[in-house]
Protein backbone atom coordinates (compact mmCIF):
# COMPACT_ATOMS: atom_id res chain seq x y z
CA UNK A 1 0.00 0.00 0.00
CA UNK A 2 2.68 2.20 0.77
CA UNK A 3 5.05 1.58 -2.40
CA UNK A 4 3.12 4.25 -4.55
CA UNK A 5 4.02 7.36 -2.11
CA UNK A 6 8.04 5.88 -1.25
CA UNK A 7 8.68 5.92 -5.80
CA UNK A 8 6.82 8.96 -5.30
CA UNK A 9 9.10 10.82 -3.03
CA UNK A 10 12.38 8.63 -4.23
CA UNK A 11 11.43 11.06 -7.81
CA UNK A 12 10.95 13.91 -6.24
CA UNK A 13 14.99 13.30 -4.82
CA UNK A 14 14.30 13.91 -1.60
CA UNK A 15 15.32 12.58 1.80
CA UNK A 16 12.93 9.92 3.38
CA UNK A 17 13.16 9.24 7.46
CA UNK A 18 11.17 6.43 8.61
CA UNK A 19 9.52 7.68 11.39
CA UNK A 20 7.35 5.47 14.01
CA UNK A 21 5.20 6.72 16.69
CA UNK A 22 7.79 5.78 19.64
CA UNK A 23 11.04 7.18 17.58
CA UNK A 24 9.21 10.58 17.21
CA UNK A 25 8.60 11.02 20.73
CA UNK A 26 12.19 10.37 21.38
CA UNK A 27 13.33 12.75 18.73
CA UNK A 28 11.04 15.64 20.26
CA UNK A 29 12.89 14.82 23.68
CA UNK A 30 16.05 15.32 22.31
CA UNK A 31 15.40 17.98 19.57
CA UNK A 32 12.57 19.97 19.65
CA UNK A 33 14.07 23.68 20.48
CA UNK A 34 10.92 25.08 22.86
CA UNK A 35 12.03 22.42 25.67
CA UNK A 36 16.01 22.90 24.98
CA UNK A 37 15.22 26.48 25.74
CA UNK A 38 13.14 25.42 28.77
CA UNK A 39 15.20 23.49 29.79
CA UNK A 40 17.73 25.91 30.07
CA UNK A 41 15.85 28.26 31.64
CA UNK A 42 15.32 25.55 34.89
CA UNK A 43 18.80 25.51 34.72
CA UNK A 44 18.93 28.85 35.27
CA UNK A 45 16.97 29.61 38.00
CA UNK A 46 18.43 26.44 39.57
CA UNK A 47 21.67 28.82 39.86
CA UNK A 48 19.60 31.06 41.54
CA UNK A 49 18.72 29.08 44.45
CA UNK A 50 22.40 28.42 44.89
CA UNK A 51 22.77 32.18 44.92
CA UNK A 52 19.83 32.03 47.67
CA UNK A 53 21.91 30.37 49.79
CA UNK A 54 24.69 32.41 49.76
CA UNK A 55 25.92 34.62 53.21
CA UNK A 56 25.80 38.67 52.74
CA UNK A 57 28.95 39.60 52.20
CA UNK A 58 30.95 41.51 55.02
CA UNK A 59 32.44 44.96 54.10
CA UNK A 60 35.29 47.16 55.21
CA UNK A 61 36.18 50.34 54.99
CA UNK A 62 38.58 52.71 55.00
CA UNK A 63 37.27 56.05 55.68
CA UNK A 64 40.11 58.20 56.06
CA UNK A 65 43.77 58.00 55.55
CA UNK A 66 45.89 61.34 56.31
CA UNK A 67 49.03 61.27 54.44
CA UNK A 68 49.22 65.10 56.16
CA UNK A 69 49.32 64.75 59.36
CA UNK A 70 51.43 66.87 61.70
CA UNK A 71 53.29 64.85 63.95
CA UNK A 72 54.17 65.91 67.16
CA UNK A 73 57.35 64.74 69.51
CA UNK A 74 57.63 62.11 70.19
CA UNK A 75 56.06 61.07 66.66
CA UNK A 76 58.85 60.75 63.61
CA UNK A 77 58.50 63.93 61.89
CA UNK A 78 56.97 63.64 57.90
CA UNK A 79 59.73 61.76 55.98
CA UNK A 80 61.11 59.86 58.52
CA UNK A 81 60.53 56.06 58.68
CA UNK A 82 58.19 54.34 60.05
CA UNK A 83 55.65 57.37 59.14
CA UNK A 84 52.42 57.42 61.64
CA UNK A 85 49.42 58.96 60.02
CA UNK A 86 45.60 59.11 60.74
CA UNK A 87 43.65 56.09 59.57
CA UNK A 88 39.92 55.30 60.31
CA UNK A 89 38.71 52.15 59.06
CA UNK A 90 35.40 50.43 59.87
CA UNK A 91 34.50 46.34 59.49
CA UNK A 92 30.81 45.76 59.39
CA UNK A 93 28.61 42.43 58.44
CA UNK A 94 24.91 42.20 57.90
CA UNK A 95 22.86 39.78 60.04
CA UNK A 96 19.64 39.11 58.55
CA UNK A 97 16.84 38.14 60.89
CA UNK A 98 13.34 36.27 60.75
CA UNK A 99 15.10 33.49 58.70
CA UNK A 100 15.18 36.04 55.97
CA UNK A 101 17.90 33.97 54.00
CA UNK A 102 15.93 30.48 53.91
CA UNK A 103 12.75 32.05 52.93
CA UNK A 104 14.37 33.71 50.52
CA UNK A 105 15.94 30.01 49.54
CA UNK A 106 12.28 28.68 49.34
CA UNK A 107 11.11 31.15 47.67
CA UNK A 108 13.92 30.47 44.72
CA UNK A 109 13.20 27.11 45.10
CA UNK A 110 9.49 27.78 44.27
CA UNK A 111 10.63 29.27 41.06
CA UNK A 112 12.05 26.30 40.02
CA UNK A 113 9.43 23.93 40.52
CA UNK A 114 7.35 26.46 38.57
CA UNK A 115 9.29 26.20 35.48
CA UNK A 116 9.49 22.49 35.77
CA UNK A 117 5.73 22.38 35.42
CA UNK A 118 5.61 24.87 32.78
CA UNK A 119 8.58 22.41 31.13
CA UNK A 120 5.74 19.24 31.78
CA UNK A 121 3.09 21.34 30.24
CA UNK A 122 5.21 22.48 27.22
CA UNK A 123 6.01 18.78 26.82
CA UNK A 124 2.02 17.87 27.31
CA UNK A 125 1.28 20.48 24.68
CA UNK A 126 4.19 19.15 21.94
CA UNK A 127 3.48 15.71 22.61
CA UNK A 128 -0.20 16.31 21.84
CA UNK A 129 0.88 18.12 18.38
CA UNK A 130 3.31 15.47 17.81
CA UNK A 131 0.22 12.98 17.69
CA UNK A 132 -2.17 14.99 16.22
CA UNK A 133 0.10 15.23 13.19
CA UNK A 134 1.21 11.60 13.42
CA UNK A 135 -1.97 10.30 12.92
CA UNK A 136 -2.95 12.65 10.67
CA UNK A 137 -0.24 11.77 8.25
CA UNK A 138 -0.98 7.80 8.68
CA UNK A 139 -4.85 8.72 7.81
CA UNK A 140 -3.30 11.01 4.94
CA UNK A 141 -0.99 8.52 3.75
CA UNK A 142 -3.48 5.34 3.47
CA UNK A 143 -5.99 7.75 2.11
CA UNK A 144 -4.10 8.53 -0.60
CA UNK A 145 -3.40 4.54 -1.60
CA UNK A 146 -7.21 4.41 -1.20
CA UNK A 147 -7.77 7.30 -3.59
CA UNK A 148 -4.99 6.49 -6.19
CA UNK A 149 -6.44 3.04 -6.48
CA UNK A 150 -10.05 4.46 -7.05
CA UNK A 151 -8.54 6.33 -9.55
CA UNK A 152 -6.65 4.52 -11.85
CA UNK A 153 -8.97 1.83 -12.78
CA UNK A 154 -11.89 4.64 -13.13
CA UNK A 155 -9.45 6.83 -15.52
CA UNK A 156 -9.50 3.40 -17.51
CA UNK A 157 -13.25 2.56 -17.72
CA UNK A 158 -13.99 6.80 -18.68
CA UNK A 159 -11.50 6.58 -21.05
CA UNK A 160 -13.05 3.29 -22.65
CA UNK A 161 -16.63 5.16 -22.47
CA UNK A 162 -15.36 7.94 -24.13
CA UNK A 163 -14.55 6.09 -27.06
CA UNK A 164 -17.50 3.91 -27.01
CA UNK A 165 -19.54 7.44 -26.77
CA UNK A 166 -17.67 9.03 -29.72
CA UNK A 167 -18.81 5.82 -32.01
CA UNK A 168 -22.25 6.18 -30.66
CA UNK A 169 -22.58 2.98 -28.50
CA UNK A 170 -22.84 4.45 -25.31
CA UNK A 171 -24.81 7.61 -24.06
CA UNK A 172 -22.35 10.63 -23.57
CA UNK A 173 -24.51 11.23 -20.10
CA UNK A 174 -22.78 8.27 -19.16
CA UNK A 175 -19.27 9.14 -20.33
CA UNK A 176 -19.20 12.88 -18.56
CA UNK A 177 -20.80 11.45 -15.21
CA UNK A 178 -17.92 8.90 -15.38
CA UNK A 179 -15.48 11.91 -15.78
CA UNK A 180 -17.13 13.92 -12.81
CA UNK A 181 -16.40 11.28 -10.95
CA UNK A 182 -12.90 10.97 -11.62
CA UNK A 183 -12.39 14.55 -10.95
CA UNK A 184 -14.36 14.38 -7.36
CA UNK A 185 -11.61 11.87 -6.38
CA UNK A 186 -8.74 13.73 -7.86
CA UNK A 187 -9.88 16.88 -5.75
CA UNK A 188 -10.10 14.35 -2.68
CA UNK A 189 -6.45 13.66 -3.79
CA UNK A 190 -5.42 16.93 -4.03
CA UNK A 191 -7.18 18.08 -0.38
CA UNK A 192 -5.19 14.58 1.42
CA UNK A 193 -2.16 15.81 -0.10
CA UNK A 194 -2.53 19.15 1.22
CA UNK A 195 -3.42 18.09 4.33
CA UNK A 196 -0.42 15.45 4.02
CA UNK A 197 2.12 18.63 3.39
CA UNK A 198 0.54 20.46 6.76
CA UNK A 199 1.75 17.33 8.43
CA UNK A 200 4.62 17.09 7.13
CA UNK A 201 5.35 20.88 8.16
CA UNK A 202 4.40 20.22 11.97
CA UNK A 203 7.14 17.26 11.60
CA UNK A 204 9.70 19.32 10.88
CA UNK A 205 9.22 22.08 13.12
CA UNK A 206 8.64 19.77 16.22
CA UNK A 207 11.48 17.39 14.84
CA UNK A 208 13.93 19.99 13.81
CA UNK A 209 14.09 17.80 11.25
CA UNK A 210 17.91 17.52 9.20
CA UNK A 211 18.06 18.16 5.92
CA UNK A 212 14.98 20.54 6.26
CA UNK A 213 13.90 19.04 2.81
CA UNK A 214 13.33 15.79 4.43
CA UNK A 215 10.32 13.58 3.72
CA UNK A 216 8.82 11.46 6.69
CA UNK A 217 7.65 8.36 5.95
CA UNK A 218 5.21 7.46 8.99
CA UNK A 219 4.53 3.85 9.98
CA UNK A 220 0.62 2.85 9.78
CA UNK A 221 0.86 -0.64 11.67
CA UNK A 222 -1.93 -0.70 14.22
CA UNK A 223 -3.97 2.42 12.85
CA UNK A 224 -6.75 -0.38 11.47
CA UNK A 225 -6.36 -2.47 14.80
CA UNK A 226 -9.75 -2.87 16.75
CA UNK A 227 -9.75 -1.94 20.47
CA UNK A 228 -9.27 -5.18 22.58
CA UNK A 229 -10.80 -3.46 25.86
CA UNK A 230 -12.31 -0.51 26.81
CA UNK A 231 -10.70 2.81 27.83
CA UNK A 232 -8.48 2.80 31.15
CA UNK A 233 -10.75 3.55 34.59
CA UNK A 234 -12.42 6.71 34.87
CA UNK A 235 -12.31 7.18 38.55
CA UNK A 236 -7.99 6.36 38.21
CA UNK A 237 -8.06 9.00 35.57
CA UNK A 238 -9.47 11.52 37.37
CA UNK A 239 -7.53 11.33 40.28
CA UNK A 240 -4.45 11.31 38.58
CA UNK A 241 -5.09 14.63 36.81
CA UNK A 242 -3.62 16.32 39.39
CA UNK A 243 -0.35 15.87 37.85
CA UNK A 244 -1.08 17.35 34.59
CA UNK A 245 0.96 20.56 33.25
CA UNK A 246 -1.23 23.20 33.41
CA UNK A 247 -2.72 21.91 36.95
CA UNK A 248 0.72 20.97 38.10
CA UNK A 249 1.97 24.58 36.94
CA UNK A 250 -1.37 26.25 38.74
CA UNK A 251 -0.51 24.51 41.88
CA UNK A 252 3.36 25.72 41.71
CA UNK A 253 2.17 29.11 41.11
CA UNK A 254 0.12 29.05 44.40
CA UNK A 255 3.48 27.42 46.28
CA UNK A 256 5.38 30.00 44.57
CA UNK A 257 2.92 33.15 46.21
CA UNK A 258 3.21 31.12 49.67
CA UNK A 259 6.75 31.55 49.38
CA UNK A 260 6.57 34.86 48.35
CA UNK A 261 4.08 35.56 51.25
CA UNK A 262 6.97 34.45 53.60
CA UNK A 263 9.13 36.61 52.27
CA UNK A 264 7.52 40.16 52.37
CA UNK A 265 6.16 39.00 56.00
CA UNK A 266 10.15 38.18 56.91
CA UNK A 267 11.14 42.03 55.32
CA UNK A 268 8.93 43.96 58.05
CA UNK A 269 11.46 42.95 60.45
CA UNK A 270 14.73 44.86 60.26
CA UNK A 271 18.18 43.50 59.41
CA UNK A 272 21.19 44.04 62.20
CA UNK A 273 24.03 45.60 61.21
CA UNK A 274 26.84 44.97 63.45
CA UNK A 275 30.49 46.43 63.00
CA UNK A 276 34.25 47.35 64.60
CA UNK A 277 35.78 50.51 64.39
CA UNK A 278 39.33 51.62 64.13
CA UNK A 279 40.85 55.06 64.55
CA UNK A 280 44.21 55.82 64.35
CA UNK A 281 45.65 59.53 65.74
CA UNK A 282 41.49 60.17 65.49
CA UNK A 283 41.11 60.77 69.58
CA UNK A 284 42.92 61.09 72.57
CA UNK A 285 44.61 57.90 72.56
CA UNK A 286 46.51 56.82 69.67
CA UNK A 287 44.97 53.84 68.96
CA UNK A 288 41.10 53.85 69.50
CA UNK A 289 38.83 50.89 68.72
CA UNK A 290 35.16 50.61 68.74
CA UNK A 291 31.73 48.08 68.51
CA UNK A 292 28.84 49.22 66.86
CA UNK A 293 24.92 47.99 65.99
CA UNK A 294 22.43 49.82 63.93
CA UNK A 295 19.03 48.72 62.37
CA UNK A 296 15.89 50.31 61.33
CA UNK A 297 13.47 50.86 63.26
CA UNK A 298 10.11 50.02 61.75
CA UNK A 299 8.02 52.47 63.03
CA UNK A 300 5.89 53.24 59.34
CA UNK A 301 6.92 51.14 56.51
CA UNK A 302 6.15 47.30 58.17
CA UNK A 303 6.00 46.34 54.60
CA UNK A 304 2.03 46.50 54.77
CA UNK A 305 1.17 47.09 51.38
CA UNK A 306 3.36 44.21 49.67
CA UNK A 307 1.85 41.80 51.85
CA UNK A 308 -1.72 42.90 51.33
CA UNK A 309 -0.78 42.44 47.80
CA UNK A 310 0.93 39.15 48.12
CA UNK A 311 -2.45 37.60 50.41
CA UNK A 312 -4.67 38.63 46.94
CA UNK A 313 -2.34 37.23 44.47
CA UNK A 314 -2.06 34.12 46.70
CA UNK A 315 -6.27 34.07 46.84
CA UNK A 316 -6.21 34.16 42.68
CA UNK A 317 -3.50 31.56 42.43
CA UNK A 318 -5.61 29.79 44.42
CA UNK A 319 -8.78 30.39 42.25
CA UNK A 320 -6.96 29.74 39.11
CA UNK A 321 -5.92 26.48 40.84
CA UNK A 322 -9.37 24.99 41.50
CA UNK A 323 -10.29 26.10 37.95
CA UNK A 324 -7.72 24.14 35.69
CA UNK A 325 -8.37 21.05 38.20
CA UNK A 326 -11.76 21.39 37.36
CA UNK A 327 -11.17 22.12 33.72
CA UNK A 328 -9.18 19.32 33.87
CA UNK A 329 -11.44 16.43 34.99
CA UNK A 330 -13.95 17.75 32.77
CA UNK A 331 -11.72 17.78 29.45
CA UNK A 332 -10.93 13.89 31.04
CA UNK A 333 -14.90 13.02 31.27
CA UNK A 334 -15.83 14.51 27.91
CA UNK A 335 -12.69 12.62 26.05
CA UNK A 336 -13.36 9.10 27.76
CA UNK A 337 -17.04 9.33 26.52
CA UNK A 338 -16.19 9.84 22.95
CA UNK A 339 -13.93 7.26 23.34
CA UNK A 340 -15.98 5.30 24.93
CA UNK A 341 -18.44 5.52 21.82
CA UNK A 342 -15.92 5.22 19.35
CA UNK A 343 -14.96 1.89 20.46
CA UNK A 344 -18.50 0.38 20.55
CA UNK A 345 -18.81 1.22 17.02
CA UNK A 346 -15.69 0.03 15.84
CA UNK A 347 -16.41 -3.10 17.45
CA UNK A 348 -19.08 -3.22 15.18
CA UNK A 349 -17.31 -2.87 11.91
CA UNK A 350 -16.53 -6.42 9.91
CA UNK A 351 -12.15 -5.87 9.99
CA UNK A 352 -12.23 -7.06 6.23
CA UNK A 353 -14.95 -4.61 5.06
CA UNK A 354 -12.83 -2.47 2.77
CA UNK A 355 -10.64 -5.40 1.40
CA UNK A 356 -14.64 -6.69 0.72
CA UNK A 357 -15.67 -3.70 -1.13
CA UNK A 358 -12.17 -3.62 -3.08
CA UNK A 359 -13.14 -6.85 -4.31
CA UNK A 360 -16.55 -5.95 -5.21
CA UNK A 361 -15.78 -2.95 -7.19
CA UNK A 362 -13.49 -5.18 -9.35
CA UNK A 363 -16.38 -7.57 -10.40
CA UNK A 364 -18.85 -4.79 -10.66
CA UNK A 365 -16.42 -3.31 -13.05
CA UNK A 366 -15.97 -6.73 -14.81
CA UNK A 367 -19.45 -6.89 -14.95
CA UNK A 368 -20.43 -3.51 -16.22
CA UNK A 369 -17.59 -3.86 -19.24
CA UNK A 370 -19.08 -7.30 -20.05
CA UNK A 371 -23.11 -5.84 -19.98
CA UNK A 372 -24.25 -8.41 -17.06
CA UNK A 373 -25.15 -4.76 -15.19
CA UNK A 374 -26.26 -1.76 -15.56
CA UNK A 375 -24.39 1.81 -15.60
CA UNK A 376 -26.31 3.20 -12.58
CA UNK A 377 -25.72 0.11 -10.38
CA UNK A 378 -21.81 0.37 -10.91
CA UNK A 379 -21.88 4.28 -10.31
CA UNK A 380 -24.16 4.00 -7.54
CA UNK A 381 -21.63 1.04 -5.80
CA UNK A 382 -18.66 2.89 -6.85
CA UNK A 383 -20.23 5.73 -4.71
CA UNK A 384 -20.70 3.52 -2.29
CA UNK A 385 -17.54 2.45 -2.22
CA UNK A 386 -15.83 6.05 -2.20
CA UNK A 387 -18.10 7.15 1.10
CA UNK A 388 -17.24 3.88 3.27
CA UNK A 389 -13.47 4.06 2.37
CA UNK A 390 -13.53 7.94 3.80
CA UNK A 391 -15.46 7.17 6.63
CA UNK A 392 -13.43 4.04 7.68
CA UNK A 393 -10.54 6.40 7.77
CA UNK A 394 -12.05 8.76 9.41
CA UNK A 395 -13.60 6.66 11.89
CA UNK A 396 -10.37 5.38 12.94
CA UNK A 397 -8.27 8.21 12.72
CA UNK A 398 -11.08 9.83 14.90
CA UNK A 399 -10.88 6.66 17.34
CA UNK A 400 -6.73 7.61 17.78
CA UNK A 401 -7.25 11.17 17.70
CA UNK A 402 -9.50 10.87 20.64
CA UNK A 403 -6.93 8.32 22.27
CA UNK A 404 -4.98 11.65 22.04
CA UNK A 405 -6.81 14.15 23.53
CA UNK A 406 -7.86 11.45 26.40
CA UNK A 407 -3.93 11.22 26.94
CA UNK A 408 -3.64 15.04 26.61
CA UNK A 409 -6.37 15.52 28.86
CA UNK A 410 -5.09 13.12 32.16
CA UNK A 411 -1.54 14.36 31.39
CA UNK A 412 -0.42 10.97 30.51
Same mark, same amino acid.
Given at each position: ?? #? ?6 ? !? ?20 ? !? ?28 ? =?????? *? ?16 ? %? ?23 ? %? ?18 ? *? ?29 ? =?????? !? ?42 ? =????? %??? %? +? ?12 ? =????? /? ?20 ? /? ?7 ? !? ?33 ? /? ?50 ? #?????? #?????? +? ?41
Amino acid at each position: MW #RCLLTGWM !LWGQDTLYLTLKDAEKQLLQKN !LLLIAQQLQIESDRALVWQARLWPNPQLSL =TEMDVF *TQAEAPLPPFLAYPRINQ %VVASFSQVILTARKRLKGIALAEAV %VASQEAAFAELLRQLRYALH *TAFYGLQRDRILLDILRQQASPLRQLADRYR =TLSAQG !LVPLAEYLRLENLYFQIQSELHAARQRWEEGQHTLRTLLRSEPL =TAIFW %VDT %V +GFFQLPGSLPPNLD =TLLVG /VQWRGDVRLAAAERHLQEANLA /VVRAAAYPD !LLVGANFDRLGGYRLNQWGLGVSLTLPLFNRNQGR /VQAVRYALEAAQARYEQALRQAQSEVLQAWRQLQALYNQAREMPPDLLSQYQ #RAENTY #RENLLA +GRIGFLTYVDFFQSYRELAKNLVQTFYLMRQTENELRHAAGL
